[in-house]
């Protein structure tokens, strides 16, 4: 099968449209990687182990009330989609609504992520601190 022809089991059961799953998983990797490029652009000198390293409080993960509305809303659609067949909802316009508008939220809470790397990345310098250094003594 093609890479695209492989689905995420609820998806691929029938059960939760793929777009929802899309922007579900999309907006996750995103957040992931937005972190990922703060711990590296802060950290003072690389390494793999210290990108990683959750421990040493680089970066404080402070939710907002988007994320967390966002967070039930996903919840109740898994809920909502697995119990479609039992509560006979497959064809619900109230659930067809109900994930449109976690959809709608998920895109809304990654677009308030996004403008907060951006304030965040605006006070880090330029280039992360080991590149600096690194400069400096060559």
């Avoid at 793929?18 to 937005?34: A, E, K, N, Q």
């Avoid at 109900?98 to 998920?106: P, R, W």
């Avoid at 403008?115 to 601190?129: C, F, N, R």
Wanted: net charge positive.
């Amino acid at each position: 099968k093609q890479w695209y022809q492989r689905r995420v089991a609820i998806t691929a059961g029938g059960l939760m449209p793929s777009w929802l799953v899309f922007i579900i998983l999309g907006r996750d990797i995103i957040l992931l990687c937005g972190g990922l490029a703060v711990k590296y652009k802060s950290l003072d000198k690389f390494s793999i182990k210290e990108l990683f390293n959750i421990a040493d409080g680089t970066i404080e993960v402070k939710p907002g009330w988007h994320g967390k509305v966002n967070m039930c809303l996903q919840l109740g659609a898994v809920i909502g989609c697995l119990g479609a067949p039992i509560w006979s909802l497959q064809d619900s316009t109230y659930l067809q609504a109900y994930l449109a508008i976690t959809g709608v939220m998920g895109v809304y809470s990654l677009v308030q992520y996004i403008l907060t790397y951006k304030k965040v990345m605006g006070k880090i310098h330029s280039e992360p601190k080991w590149m600096e250094e690194s400069k400096k003594d060559s």
